[in-house]
């Protein structure tokens, strides 16, 4: 399946649950549910068109290494004399 920026990806029920699903407003890592109010045995369209437009996920040492290097820069810009 290709979204519109031409870039096939799959996305894992993992990654379609970690948002709030916008037709039955079912919050991230819960089912979605029927108009019923029972639970639904698949995820809405919807959802998974959400969840492609959310960026992947950072895992912790990339989060580490982002936040180190924007500290950084903040700590050399204190220290320059001009």
Do not use: D, W, Y
């Amino acid at each position: 399946m290709s979204n519109n920026m031409g870039v096939e990806r799959e996305l894992t029920l993992r990654q379609i649950l970690s948002v709030r699903c916008p037709m039955c407003r079912a919050k991230p890592k819960e089912r979605c549910t029927l108009t019923t109010g029972h639970p639904s045995v698949k995820t809405h369209l919807a959802r998974g068109v959400a969840a492609a437009k959310v960026g992947r996920p950072e895992n912790t040492g990339e989060a580490i290494l982002r936040i180190l290097k924007t500290s950084s820069r903040s700590v050399g810009r204190l220290f320059q004399h001009k």
